[in-house]
């Protein structure tokens, strides 16, 4: 499968942005997808993830509460709709996906197959 998100950009602290990542190649239905994140200097890090069917959701504690993953199979896209942004929230932001992944690995970015390209997200404060 190929992940292409989007949706990026720079926005002030409180503001909101919405990203996307679009699937193609096989049906995103088959494929957990999460969203992971990295800054300047840092690891790769969990942000959140979503069920194949889009009713279980799972979320980093930094970001609960501000933002929110879901997925529209019928289009092939995953969302992440982001609320409330700090400075801190600043990074390269990666969908990913994988068909095989168990629940307690979700957090794990080793445990995925299939990465986008990433779409920068700046918060400036």
């Known amino acids: 499968v190929q992940l292409q998100a989007s949706g990026g950009g720079l926005v002030q602290a409180g503001g909101s942005l919405r990203l996307s990542c679009t699937a193609s190649?096989?049906?995103?239905?088959?494929?957990?997808m999460g969203w992971f994140r990295q800054a300047p200097g840092k690891e790769r890090e969990f942000v959140a993830a979503?069920?194949?069917?889009?009713?279980?959701?799972y979320y980093a504690d930094s970001v609960k509460g501000r933002f929110t993953i879901s997925r529209d199979n019928a289009k092939n896209t995953v969302y992440l709709q982001m609320n409330s942004l700090k400075p801190e929230d600043t990074a390269v932001y990666y969908c990913?996906?994988?068909?095989?992944?168990?629940?307690?690995?979700?957090?794990?970015?080793?445990?995925?197959?299939?990465w986008g390209q990433g779409t920068q997200v700046t918060v400036s404060s």
């Open positions: 979503i069920s194949r069917s889009g009713f279980s959701t």
């Open positions: 990913t996906a994988d068909r095989g992944i168990i629940q307690s690995a979700f957090r794990n970015s080793a445990e995925y197959d299939y």
């Open positions: 190649g096989r049906a995103a239905s088959s494929y957990v």
